[in-house]
């Protein structure tokens, strides 16, 4: 089993940017696909960035593509998201999950999830 806690959230201004952190406790990290996704208001929750367990596969949301960059320190347990060229629409709670599943990020049904993280972007 695998708890997740996200960080880095906050208020920013359009264009500006942030960078998003996810940090496991227990052990076997490296044995997890991670996942970042989100959940704007009064929209249902959506898949933005996954990577694979060694880190060596990525895969994003169109919205996000070229934007935002999702990479993983299996040594520190944590998972992040440097999201830049922030917009107004990218506002929403943010959530990091986890799952041993060996299938492309954005097709897993996760099975571990963090509490979230709040980012508001500002026009």
């Known amino acids: 089993q695998v708890q997740l806690v996200e960080s880095g959230g906050g208020l920013v201004q359009a264009g500006g940017s942030l960078r998003l952190s996810c940090a496991a406790s227990?052990?076997?990290?490296?044995?997890?696909?991670m996942g970042w996704f989100r959940q704007g208001p009064g929209k249902e929750r959506e898949f933005v960035a996954g990577?694979?367990?060694?880190?060596?596969?990525?895969d994003y949301a169109d919205s996000v593509q070229g934007r935002f960059t999702i990479s993983r320190d299996n040594a520190k347990n944590t998972v992040y998201l440097q999201m830049n060229s922030l917009k107004p629409e990218d506002t929403a709670v943010y959530y990091c999950?986890?799952?041993?599943?060996?299938?492309?990020?954005?097709?897993?049904?996760?099975?571990?999830w963090g509490q979230g993280t709040q980012v508001t972007v500002s026009s």
């Open positions: 227990g052990r076997s990290f490296s044995r997890y696909a």
């Open positions: 990577i694979s367990r060694s880190g060596a596969y990525t």
């Open positions: 999950a986890a799952d041993p599943s060996f299938r492309q990020p954005r097709q897993i049904e996760y099975d571990y």
